[in-house]
């Protein structure tokens, strides 16, 4: 997939509204809908450290409340201010592989605008999924 520069662009905006007063380490996350849709998603932390939401799963429940369904999306582009692209944790693989379609791709980009394009599957290779419990 041709990436955009609106997908970065979107994900820098993204990532202006998160709220990480602990680690400071501000993520964002665009998610483009196949329908021409997108979502923002930023890290939002809590005192209690293992309550925070990450930037790639904020946008995917943005995304799902407002009634979006998994094979709905088309990508999601990930930043970081950091001197590499940062990778999505355990976690947000797991819901990445639960909302998205396998080979949706996945752009980590930082501020350089250097880019990793992955894909879901790539991720979470052998992953537990709804599949499983048929
Ligand atoms: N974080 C994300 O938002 N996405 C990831 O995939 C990795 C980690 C956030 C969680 C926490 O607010 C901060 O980055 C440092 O771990």
Redesign the pocket.
């Known amino acids: 997939m041709e990436f955009k520069q609106e997908w970065y662009e979107g994900a820098r905006e993204a990532q202006k509204r998160?709220y990480?007063p602990?680690?400071k380490?501000n993520?964002g996350?665009y998610l483009v809908t196949k329908d021409g849709k997108a979502y923002y998603g930023?890290?939002?932390?809590n005192a209690a450290y293992p309550s925070?939401?990450?930037?790639?799963?904020?946008a995917l429940v943005a995304a799902m409340s407002d009634g979006y369904r998994p094979g709905d999306f088309k990508c999601i582009t990930?930043t970081?201010d950091a001197d590499k692209p940062?990778?999505?944790?355990g976690t947000?693989r797991q819901v990445l592989k639960e909302l998205c379609d396998d080979d949706m791709p996945v752009f980590l980009t930082h501020q350089t605008n250097e880019r990793i394009e992955t894909t879901v599957n790539e991720l979470l290779p052998l992953g537990f999924s709804g599949k499983d419990l048929e």
């Open positions: 998160a990480t602990y680690s380490f993520v996350a930023a890290n939002i932390e925070t939401i990450c930037a790639e799963r904020s990930v970081v940062s990778s999505p944790c947000c």
